[in-house]
Each structure stands twice: as C-alpha cells, then as structure tokens.
C-alpha cells in the first residue's frame, strides 16, 4: 500500500510501510495532494524507491489533515444491523445519509471539543470506515467505483445523541458541531483491488473496545455507497463518504477516543470541552 499525507505545517507527502518523502520528489510536477488523487484512483502515482529523496520514518512525521481541502462529506447512519437494532431503529431498505458542514473537520489528533452542556449533555464517538474519491464521476456502476476512489482512512464521527432523540431533524444539527469528524493522518491507496469484507472496524474508548463489527456486515458495502450517491450527484476528487460505525459510545472530557480500522490504519483524538 501508498500513503497521501500531508505535514502539520503542510508539506505534501507520499509514502509506504518503510517511511514518506516529499510529493514532489517522485512527482516535481504535483503541488499538493489533491493533484495526486487521480493518479491514485488510477494506480499511477509512482514508486517511490525512485524518489530524490530519502524516506523519513511516519513516526519522526507530525501528520495534519491529508488534504489540504475535502469536498463533500457524508456520513452514513445506521449501516450495520446490529447498531440499528441497539438504537431500536429499523433495518433501512437504502443508505440513510446526511450532510456534515467542513467546519467540523479536524485532523489526527484532534482534539474532540464537546459543545457547552446547555447545548448537549451526550455525546458520542463513533468508529468509521472512510471512503475518499479521487476522480469525477457520475452514475458509477458498483463494478467500477475501483475507478473512481483514491484511497481510505479511518474516521473518528461524533453526534450529540440528545440533541437527535429530541426531534429527528435535528441530524444535521447533531452532526454539525465543530470537531465533529477527525480524520486520519493518511489516505491509505491500494495498489489492487482490496477486499474489504473480513477487515474489521473499531470504536475504542480510553483502550476498551466498545464496538467492533466487520465490513461485509455493512448493510451496504463502500462500492454501494458510492454508486448511489453517484447517482443522486456528481462526486469529485476529495469528497468523502464515512460508511457508518458498528456502535457508538458516550464520551466526557478527559477520554481518548480512537477509530481502527483493520488494514488501514487508526485515528486517535482526546476529548476537551
């Protein structure tokens, strides 16, 4: 596997197991990484052992977000059975989706910031799947979305539960605060076709797994995701569906949230208020 990364101070990055070195010292013609995600969707972003520069360990690297500007980003409720049945919610007959604004996105690291309890007094942490595009596209056959997506990353989604249980249209609100989707610190590109269906995704709260379900138990798989929305708009290169979570828990100042997604990679985030 490759990795997209970008540096704290925003110094674009392509790497793999062995370390990262700058973009452009295998692509001098890139000048961030959203250049590079259609050549990540396409499998051409090059090898890095021709590189000008030599690899610097991930561990040496502060990561900020991997893009330096998302497009769209989707959530998607209730996308394992068993997470439905734990919110005694029915099992969907399509993708129940929402909107989140990009003012809630923060990078690796966090921090999780909890709104002011007179807004919310539960809040909860939820371990994703995400799903990057990397290509513009419109009505995308499932056979073809390995054409059209760049990569993945874990995703750490909170929503103010109280705030949704009082009224239903309030998901967007709910979703919306700020710092309410952390992201990983890389987009992880196969370098084939990936089968998703035996890895498995994890909510941990403070090292204790509090959800975990695997991916072909999703009620509709990445490629389906995709698809459908591909048909209600044009995706672009980097926008990003987060696929849904095996189980939510609450979270309060002071825990440490993280999303692992088996593979992958994870995604940790403290929680302030």
Not at 211 to 217: D, G, P
Request: charged share 25%.
């Amino acid at each position: 596997m490759k990795f997209l990364a970008r540096t704290v101070t925003g110094r674009p990055l392509l790497g793999d197991e062995a370390g990262f070195v700058d973009l452009q010292s295998v692509h001098p013609e890139f000048d961030s990484i959203s250049d590079a995600l259609p050549h990540a969707a396409d499998e051409t972003l090059g090898d890095i052992d021709d590189a000008t520069a030599e690899r610097v360990p991930a561990e040496t690297i502060s990561f900020g977000l991997p893009l330096e500007q998302f497009g769209k980003l989707w959530g998607i409720g209730l996308n394992y059975e068993e997470h439905a049945g734990d919110l005694d919610e029915d099992r969907p007959t399509e993708p129940a989706s929402f909107m989140k604004p990009s003012t809630a996105l923060t990078g690796p690291g966090g921090p999780i910031r909890l709104p002011p309890t007179s807004q919310s007094e539960r809040v909860t942490a939820e371990g994703e799947l995400g799903v990057v595009l990397g290509r513009t596209c419109r009505d995308v056959d499932e056979a073809d979305v390995d054409n059209v997506v760049a990569g993945y990353l874990p995703v750490i989604d909170m929503t103010a539960e109280d705030v949704l249980q009082r009224n239903p249209r309030f998901l967007t609100r709910s979703k919306s605060y700020d710092s309410f989707i952390v992201v990983g610190p890389a987009i992880v590109v196969p370098e084939e076709r990936t089968d998703f269906e035996d890895l498995t995704v994890q909510t941990i709260i403070n090292d204790e797994v509090r959800a975990e379900n695997q991916i072909k138990n999703m009620l509709f798989s990445p490629a389906e995701l995709i698809s459908f929305h591909s048909k209600i708009m044009t995706l672009q290169p980097g926008d990003l569906i987060s696929t849904g979570t095996p189980g939510a828990w609450p979270i309060e100042p002071g825990d440490d949230v993280r999303t692992a997604v088996e593979s992958i990679g994870s995604v940790t985030a403290p929680v302030v208020r």
